[in-house]
Structure formats: structure tokens, C-alpha cells
């Protein structure tokens, strides 16, 4: 099976944080629409296999009006049938789902809500620049659970400046309080070019210490376990039954098409990204490809599978890459297994409690 992610690279208003590609000016959306529309149609043969999820991620999907959608869904049917058993998604910002929004999302095979909330505390909103407070993200749920949508995520950060144990267990019980089906939580990174990175580099803002980043994320996963979440991923916890599918075949290797600008395309044999810009109909043309080779893959592998937390399958290891590699692999992972940081058992590698804390550094060991 494989997805389809569409970008939708259109806000209101730029977050303090966010270094995602996206625009302020509206004024190229309906071209836009009708490039992701071409672009469709150009590339219906990358993907071989059924297509079993599809993510409208941006930016701000939930910018795009009822013809734009129409559009959109229209071509996706025309090029691969309409499936009642697919995942879609539509990425949305609190402050847009109105009661006319939430009946304009109706009219579509959307039965995934992904909201972007980041906080409950107003003002750490205040500080990242959100358009919406507490209170409207909360209302912007409950609309959706009224309208019958029952497969909601909402996305949380934490490590933020001036962010406390306290306002984070708060957002956290708030979050839970909500009845959603799943939460993403990131931790805060100062990316280059964004405003909260200006303002670090100025000196005008503290950044959170590492200890309290870490207790943070020891919350975070005592929290939501023992509110009955399953932590399936590093960053992710979701209600049984509703991990995200889409995101998930990101991990466990599956083909995905990306549409639009800045999207990237994975068909296992090649790597392909959009460049980034709205300024021409034609942008589409102009991507990068990279071929993977087996030592490419291989990394890719590593990467992805131990960001489960189900681990890493040794046998499917073996099936790709050969005994050798998952010789190699277990004599590479051996001294983090002897400090805890992995657990070898029923042939997967794992993290564990400890090693969360110190992945990417794990990661990098195991890669070739």
C-alpha cells in the first residue's frame, strides 16, 4: 500500500517557530490548486501499488475553500478510484474551523483531523505566534466530535522558553480532557531564519536546559500512558486502534507520492523533492532526484525502524540486506545493549526508556 501527501504551502500568519515552506500571499492559491491538479495527472505512475492513505499537509490545509478541495479530490479519483477504506487527512488551525468550515469538510472522504494546537497556555500561543487561544482550540474540537468526527490528533510542543513542568502537565490534562484520539508532541528547535531563532541569537529570549527538556518528555509519556495512549513512535501516542497510518508508512517503508512544493516522493528506489516556491505554474518541473544505493537504504532503515517503538525487525533486516548486515548491526548495537540503551529480544532491537534519550546518537552508531 502507498499514500499520497499533498502540500498546501498557504498561512494566514507565520508562526515564530515554523521553517516549513509556506507563504503568506494568497494571490497564487488558485494556480497553486491547479499545478497540484497537473501534477497528479504527470506522475499517476509513480506509485505501483493501491494507494491507501493521503495526507493534505502544509502550511495551512485548512485555507483551502470547498472548489479547491473539490478539485483536488476530484483528480485523485479520476487517477486512483475512490476507496472508502483510505486514511485522509487534512492538517487544520483551530481558529478556521467555523461551523460553515467543518460542513465544507463533510462534503469530502476526510476522516482524519490533524489540528495544530501546540499549547494550551495563552501565553505560550502568544510567544509562537499562534492565531488561536486555549479556549478556541478546545471549541474547535468539540465542533468536529459534534459534527461526528471521531479520529482527531492535535500536535503539542514543549521545551519552550519559559515553559514550566506545571503549564506542561496543565496542556497535557487539557489535551486529555478532550477525549482525541491521538497526540503528537515535538520538542522545540530554533530553526535558522525563523523568528524565535533571531530572537535567541539576540540574547531576548532563555532557551529550556536540557534536564528540564527531558523531564518534560518523561511527562509527556508517563502522562499519556497512563491515560490509556499507546506510545508508538518517539513523538507520537495514540488511542488502540488509531496510530497514524499515513505517518506510519514513512517508518515501515512504504511508497508515498509527494504533490506540491517543497513535498519529497519516496518509490524505494529513488528520492525525489519539489523545489520550493509558488511564483510560476509551472514550478513542478523543477525537482531534485536522488538514487538510492543499498548503503543508502540500509541507513534509511536504521533510522526509520528504531523511531518505533515496537523496534527494529532483524528478520526484515536479513530479508533486505543480507545476514552479514544483521551480523554487523547486532555487534554494532551490542555495547548499547550492555548500557540499557537497547533491548534485544524476540530478534528486534529496540529502544528503551534510557535510549530515547540518546536515539540519534544510537542511530548513528548502527548506520553504516
Not at 497535557?172 to 535567541?200: C, F, N, P, R, W
Amino acid at each position: 500500500m502507498a499514500g499520497i501527501y499533498i502540500h498546501i504551502p498557504f498561512c494566514k500568519q507565520r508562526c515564530s517557530y515554523c521553517d516549513f515552506f509556506s507563504s503568506t500571499d494568497f494571490r497564487m492559491k488558485k494556480s497553486y490548486i491547479f499545478s497540484v491538479c497537473n501534477e497528479l495527472y504527470d506522475r499517476k505512475t509513480y506509485l505501483r501499488e493501491p494507494v491507501d492513505t493521503i495526507y493534505f499537509g502544509g502550511g495551512t490545509p485548512s485555507v483551502l475553500e470547498f472548489n479547491e478541495l473539490e478539485a483536488i479530490f476530484a483528480t485523485i479519483y479520476s487517477i486512483y478510484g475512490d476507496s472508502k477504506n483510505r486514511e485522509v487527512t487534512i492538517e487544520v488551525n483551530p481558529d478556521d474551523i467555523t461551523f460553515e468550515y467543518v460542513i465544507t469538510l463533510k462534503h469530502f472522504p476526510i476522516n482524519r483531523i490533524s489540528m495544530g494546537i501546540q499549547s494550551f497556555d495563552d501565553c505560550e500561543l502568544q510567544l509562537l505566534n499562534r492565531r488561536h487561544n486555549a479556549q478556541s482550540a478546545k471549541q474547535a474540537v468539540h465542533r468536529l466530535q459534534q459534527a461526528g468526527y471521531g479520529n482527531i490528533s492535535i500536535d503539542l510542543m514543549y521545551g519552550l522558553p519559559g515553559q514550566t513542568i506545571k503549564t506542561w502537565e496543565k496542556t497535557l490534562q487539557q489535551a486529555i480532557d478532550l477525549q482525541v484520539q491521538h497526540i503528537s508532541a515535538y520538542h522545540l528547535t530554533y530553526e535558522k531564519g525563523t523568528t524565535l531563532h533571531k530572537q535567541l541569537n539576540e540574547g531576548t529570549l532563555i532557551p529550556t536546559n536540557d534536564e528540564l527538556s527531558n523531564r518534560m518528555y518523561e511527562v509527556l509519556m508517563d502522562t499519556l500512558v497512563s491515560n490509556g495512549f499507546e506510545h508508538y513512535e518517539i513523538s507520537n501516542f495514540a488511542r488502540h486502534g488509531f496510530q497514524s497510518r499515513h505517518n506510519s508508512s514513512y517508518w515501515d517503508g512504504s511508497h508515498y507520492l509527494g504533490i506540491g512544493a517543497s513535498a519529497h516522493s519516496y518509490n524505494g528506489t529513488e528520492r525525489r523533492w519539489n523545489r520550493k516556491t509558488v511564483k510560476s505554474k509551472d514550478w513542478t518541473l523543477d525537482f531534485e532526484t536522488e538514487i538510492l544505493d543499498n548503503k543508502m537504504k540500509y541507513n534509511d532503515f536504521i533510522i526509520t525502524r528504531l523511531r518505533l517503538m515496537k523496534g527494529m525487525d532483524l528478520n526484515e533486516l536479513s530479508a533486505f540486506f543480507g545476514e552479514s548486515r544483521k551480523t554487523d548491526c547486532l555487534r554494532q548495537a551490542e555495547k548499547h545493549i550492555v548500557n540499557g540503551l537497547l533491548k534485544y529480544e524476540d530478534n528486534r532491537l529496540r529502544l528503551t526508556r534510557k535510549g530515547i534519550f540518546l536515539s540519534d546518537g544510537i542511530m548513528s552508531d548502527l548506520m553504516e
